[in-house]
């Protein structure tokens, strides 16, 4: 029962990336895209800016860059880019459950870490969800998606430590049922 909990676990962790990376490219290509900075002049752009500056870097977690917005995710993107590296190990591990007793501390351990850079980025899009500023500039359905996809790529690794922990391979067959009988014959 365990392992098709894992099993599920992990499908879940398959749907979860989807939408974490959807959200994360509406964010992004909105950044890319960003009309707050067309028709400014000099001292309207630098109050929009520092406006800018601050929402952001309030998040904690995510680095206003202004002049160059392909980079204004890039720290969810290395996040997202790592959860698909400990997916690849956890999901390798549930297809061939023979390696889980040997594999299974390398993946709880990366899994654990990336679950705290999963959490502190939720923290950081409810932040941006609660500022007016921010809805009106990246628009909240696109707040909104990457943080549905975060939520649920942090409810499946939760989903996957416990299974994953619990999981307990079969043990070997038992032979000491089998019964030998040595007839010898009399010479």
């Known amino acids: ?94 297809l061939f459950p023979a390696f889980i007793p040997r594999g299974r501390p390398v993946a709880l351990a990366f899994l654990s870490s990336a679950l705290v850079l999963v959490m502190d980025n939720v ?11 921010a809805k009106a500039v990246f628009e909240e359905y696109r707040i909104e998606t990457a943080q549905a996809g975060l939520m649920m790529v942090g409810i499946a690794n939760f989903m996957t430590i416990i299974f994953l922990g619990l999981y307990q391979p079969a043990p070997p067959a038992d032979k000491s049922d089998v019964t030998v009988k040595i007839y010898s014959h009399p010479v």
């Not at 409810?126 to 500023?133: A, E, G, I, S």
């Open 123 to 133: 923290n950081a899009l409810f932040f941006l969800l609660r500022n007016d500023t």
């Open 1 to 94: 029962m365990i392992y098709y909990g894992l099993v599920f676990a992990q499908v879940f962790t398959f749907v979860a990336y989807a939408v974490v990376s959807a959200g994360a490219a509406l964010l992004q290509e909105r950044a890319n895209n960003l009309p707050l900075w067309d028709g400014l002049n000099e001292t309207s752009l630098a109050a929009t800016e520092a406006v800018y500056n601050d929402v952001f870097q309030s998040t904690t977690y995510i680095i206003p860059y202004p002049g160059r917005p392909q980079y204004q995710f890039q720290y969810q993107w290395w996040i997202i880019e790592f959860e698909f590296f400990c997916f690849a190990i956890t999901a390798g591990l549930t």
